[in-house]
């Protein structure tokens, strides 16, 4: 008995030994464990789920998507998937198209060479490499612009590739007077394989920093939504959105001591200097091609035939006569003067979420209203939020940033508001308008980190308008830029036009109405920047505002 109990006092002992053991190295590393719900450390990657193939050759990783997420994505990254060339690596600039060698020719139209209004115009343009062969592939990038510069009018051309160095320009005939074709060679089809590859290979090179802090300590770490898994990271994927965003742990400070977000810089090169050739002003990037022959035709009235091509099914979404927009389909796009805005809006609360070319709606507004008083927020220049009141009115405006990947000046971490969240938060109703844009942050990263953001943004849209019939929610496409090589490759057009092309099968069949900045900056005559100037902005408000009060 006594030989029993010595025992019992030894496995006691010991027991209590062992407890205080656990106990002090719990508290000890504590830190290191990260058992805050706010963020967790990651020390391997986690396994890819994406099952298209595309993906899988990039270190982008990601919370497994439900089977129906899963299909939609692949459905729409098949259905989006740009021509590949068929020149074999390496490719040689002289092999690729060179718009000095490529021409456009305007096809017969009626008998006698006559073009009506409602008649469609078509274009066949061949391309040619830089020793003037004909190409045999499709895969370029090709805009196409038909304008009157007096009567300021101009419409975008419907493009089709037809997969052998041929492609087909088809307008609409939408007035009455000269119509000039103009055909722009964006990028060869050599550059966007180039762009594709960047994309999958080097998605961080745009990075992104944040600052930790706590009492005297300070550590700065790199952050994104990919990070190269070659130290501990922490993990800051929204629990609610399930939006990924990660940083390097810091050495000596927890997770939880991240204070804010800002752009870090670009890396330096990352591309090679015979891909570079493929990115030239003046030579292969956003040049325009010359005409074999007319370069303009002569619209007459309307008449009793109407010349289609069978080339495409769908035209543009509108267009401008003495430079105001006219939407074809949808509502009518009227004229508001700062009195008739005050009348729209009274009553009203419209939220603006996204980037800065959302931002420039809300500044114009700001400008156009006398009683709409911008409340200072304190908030960081280009970064916000803002707010602004008319309380005369009862008007109501605010402005958000969307959440990472972000390429602004520093913000709060307490700043940083997914849209999708933001959503959840609003009551919603028929004095409810919800803006939103988001597209111009995402350049360097593969299509599947925008369908996914898109995605959690559709669910809440869904869910606003369920509890919230009434509500308008109004979405703004991206827009054509001025491309050198650092924009190229950071935040292409190609990259911007395969992003419309997924919001608008994302959103389809919803309740909600599209701004088509793309073919607003387009069709327009002034040259294409990231943030359009004021008469192309002073359009897309007129067509918002049109939605908001239709007539």
């Not at 074809?328 to 009227?334: A, E, F, M, P």
């Amino acid at each position: 008995m006594k030989a029993t109990a010595c025992l019992r006092k030894e496995y006691g002992a010991l027991l209590l030994c062992l407890a205080a053991f656990v106990v002090i190295f719990v508290l000890r590393y504590m830190d290191n464990l990260q058992f805050q719900p706010k963020s967790t450390i990651i020390m391997v990657a986690h396994q890819s789920v994406s099952t298209h193939p595309h993906m899988n050759r990039s270190f982008c990783t990601f919370q497994p998507l439900s089977p129906e997420d899963a299909l939609e994505e692949n459905l729409i990254l098949d259905s989006t998937a740009w021509p590949e060339t068929l020149l074999p690596a390496p490719i040689f600039l002289e092999q690729t198209s060179d718009p000095a060698h490529s021409t456009f020719t305007i096809l017969p139209g009626r008998k006698e060479g006559e073009w009506h209004v409602g008649d469609q115009l078509q274009v066949m343009i061949q391309t040619s490499d830089f020793q003037g062969r004909p190409k045999k592939s499709g895969g370029d990038f090709l805009l196409a612009r038909l304008h009157n510069r007096k009567l300021e009018a101009g419409v975008v051309g419907q493009v089709v590739d037809h997969l052998n160095g041929s492609y087909s320009a088809v307008f609409s005939l939408l007035w009455e007077g000269d119509a000039q074709v103009e055909v722009t060679l964006v990028h060869p089809g050599e550059a966007i394989s180039v762009l594709n590859r960047l994309n999958r290979e080097q998605p961080d090179r745009i990075y992104f920093k944040s600052l930790f802090r706590s009492g005297s300590l300070s550590e700065t770490t790199l952050c994104d939504v990919c990070l190269r898994p070659t130290q501990p990271l922490c993990n800051y994927t929204d629990l609610r959105t399930g939006e990924p965003w990660f940083c390097y742990k810091p050495k000596n400070l927890s997770c939880d001591t991240r204070i804010n977000h800002y752009m870090g810089g670009s890396k330096q090169n990352f591309l090679n200097a015979n891909d570079e050739k493929l990115f030239q002003r003046g030579v292969n990037l956003k040049v325009s091609i010359r005409a074999s022959g007319p370069a303009s035709v002569t619209v007459l009235p309307q008449g009793q035939l109407k010349v289609k091509s069978s080339t495409v099914t769908s035209g543009p979404s509108g267009y401008y006569y003495q430079g105001v927009w006219r939407a074809l389909g949808g509502t009518t796009v009227r004229e508001f003067s700062a009195s008739a805005i005050s009348q729209c809006l009274k009553g009203k609360v419209v939220h603006m979420y996204g980037d800065s070319t959302v931002r420039q709606w809300f500044e114009f507004l700001n400008a156009a209203l006398p009683g709409l008083k911008e409340f200072d927020l304190h908030s960081p220049k280009q970064a916000g939020p803002y707010m602004s009141l008319d309380y005369a009115n009862n008007i109501l405006l605010t402005s958000r940033f969307h959440g990472p990947p972000i390429r602004i000046v520093v913000v709060s971490t307490s700043e940083l508001r997914y849209i999708a969240n933001e959503l959840d938060g609003l009551i919603g109703g028929p004095n409810i308008v919800v803006v939103f844009g988001i597209w111009a942050h995402f350049g360097t990263f593969p299509m599947e980190i925008y369908i996914r953001r898109l995605q959690s943004i559709r669910r809440a849209v869904v869910r606003l308008l369920d509890r919230a019939p009434g509500t308008l929610v109004v979405i703004r496409t991206g827009n054509p830029k001025n491309l050198n090589l650092f924009v190229s490759l950071t935040n292409s057009d190609w990259h911007s036009l395969q992003c419309n092309k997924v919001l608008r099968a994302m959103f389809k069949g919803l309740n909600v109405h599209l701004i088509d900045a793309w073919e607003m900056t387009l069709a327009h005559h002034l040259p294409h920047n990231l943030h359009p100037p004021p008469p192309i902005i002073k359009n897309m408000v007129n067509h918002l505002l049109s939605y908001i009060c239709p007539q």
